[in-house]
């Protein structure tokens, strides 16, 4: 059988782009069906930046839609990242060509995933993002092609390595949010502009995909419900401990009967349980299927080998001419799902207020909480040196999220109560 050769042009030369031109020129026949990849035509915002590979036999393109649309490339690959702008434009151009497209973007595939999934299938073209979501750990490929057999109910876990070494090195360190942030930028884990990481905006991309995967509907990152990390406070994170949790940006995706819920949230996570024990840059995600069952997936959700591998094994598929719907179901069956109303979600909270010490304030704050509905599961009263008053920190029982907002307003108001009591949700994992 004679080998074929794909000519790869790669859009963005960051990171991953480094990292999978690395690997390509060291194993250009690494795909089990034989043929070889090679890159022969590259495109980034510089071609003078210093870099860590050689581009100077490459074929140069200012503009990435226009990589996209030259007939000297077989397969596209876009690394440069935003959900509009040149990245949208150049997929849309070689999905239009018919050409195969693979991409780490998660922001593309979460807010234009059906749009461009319906062009894809249109053109009968290849569109896989492995990369996209949980970096070297296979999550899309293990919801798109080994669960198809079971029908999935959630998806949860940690998906930023971000924030999850900030919150790590919070409580490692003592250290405050903004210090451990700064430590982040300069390691490289975190953006000079971290609003999409420590926001929650990036884990709430990728888990708008699985969602998106796990239950055959269209990407609605709109209708997420997305807190980042930005007010997570070191003593939040020792109370926490106390109480014997560990504090974890999780974001989930949990369908039932009135529809699906997608939340991205610092949650408090038993001290005892997988997820808080990845530490670090980990990601960490547990699917769970009426069949199979519960599975856990750990590893690198970021870095340019774990990253570049995964988009790495996107250009093996395309070589191997495997063929499936780009998500779940066809682009036509795909709509966008029922978010279940805020408010009316169910479970477990993490309440701390700081009041002043004085008698009867645990019997006012308790009451209020009668009133409103909410009961007790656990109860701190811990003086903490510096923190400016008493906290109280309390666990409740699974009461609906109304009926905390509820207290929480009413409580603010007790005169011994000095600023507006801090939430954090209980991760139902």
């Not at 369908?255 to 939340?263: Q, R």
């Amino acid at each position: 059988m004679t080998k074929k050769t794909w000519r790869v042009g790669v859009a963005g030369l960051g990171t991953v782009g480094g990292g999978l031109l690395q690997f390509l020129a060291e194993r250009p026949g690494f795909a089990p069906a034989g043929d070889q990849a090679v890159v022969t035509a590259v495109s980034a915002r510089s071609k003078s930046r210093p870099r860590t590979v050689d581009i100077s036999n490459l074929v140069w393109f200012d503009d990435p839609v226009a990589l996209a649309a030259s007939p000297e490339i077989d397969i596209f690959v876009e690394l440069v990242g935003g959900s509009d702008g040149p990245a949208k434009a150049a997929v849309e151009t070689a999905l239009k060509a018919g050409k195969p497209v693979v991409t780490a973007n998660k922001a593309l595939i979460a807010e234009h995933g059906a749009e461009l999934a319906a062009l894809a299938e249109a053109t009968n073209t290849p569109l896989l993002f492995e990369a996209a979501v949980m970096g070297g750990v296979p999550a899309v490929k293990m919801m798109r092609e080994a669960l198809v057999g079971d029908d999935i109910v959630s998806v949860a876990g940690i998906l930023n390595g971000t924030c999850n070494f900030i919150l790590s090195e919070m409580e490692k360190t003592g250290r405050s949010f903004a210090d451990v942030l700064r430590e982040a930028q300069g390691l490289g884990y975190a953006e000079a502009d971290p609003t999409m990481d420590v926001g929650g905006f990036d884990a709430g991309h990728k888990v708008s995909i699985l969602a998106a995967l796990a239950f055959g509907c269209a990407p609605n990152f709109a209708a997420a419900e997305i807190e980042g990390i930005s007010e997570v406070d070191l003593l939040d994170i020792k109370l926490a401990k106390d109480l014997g949790y560990r504090i974890k940006l999780i974001a989930g995706a949990a369908k039932s009967e009135d529809g699906v819920a997608v939340k991205v949230h610092p949650s408090l996570v038993p001290l005892d349980h997988p997820l808080a024990q990845a530490g670090g840059a980990l990601n960490a995600l547990f699917i769970e299927g009426k069949r199979i069952g519960r599975i856990f997936l750990q590893g690198p959700g970021a870095g340019a080998g774990p990253t570049a591998a995964a988009v790495a094994a996107d250009i093996a598929d395309v070589m191997t001419k495997a063929v499936r719907p780009v998500f779940q179901a066809p682009a036509g069956d795909l709509k966008p799902f029922v978010s279940i109303d805020p408010s009316k979600a169910v479970g477990k909270a993490y309440l701390r207020v700081m009041v002043q010490d004085q008698p009867g304030v645990i019997a006012a704050i308790s009451e209020t909480l009668a009133e409103c509905g909410v009961s007790i599961d656990s109860f701190l009263q811990k003086p903490v040196e510096g923190a400016g008053g008493v906290p109280i920190v309390l666990v409740t029982h699974a009461t609906p999220e109304s009926n905390l907002l509820d207290a929480i307003s009413r409580i603010e108001k007790l005169q011994t109560v000095l600023e507006r009591p801090r939430l954090l949700r209980v991760a139902r994992i």
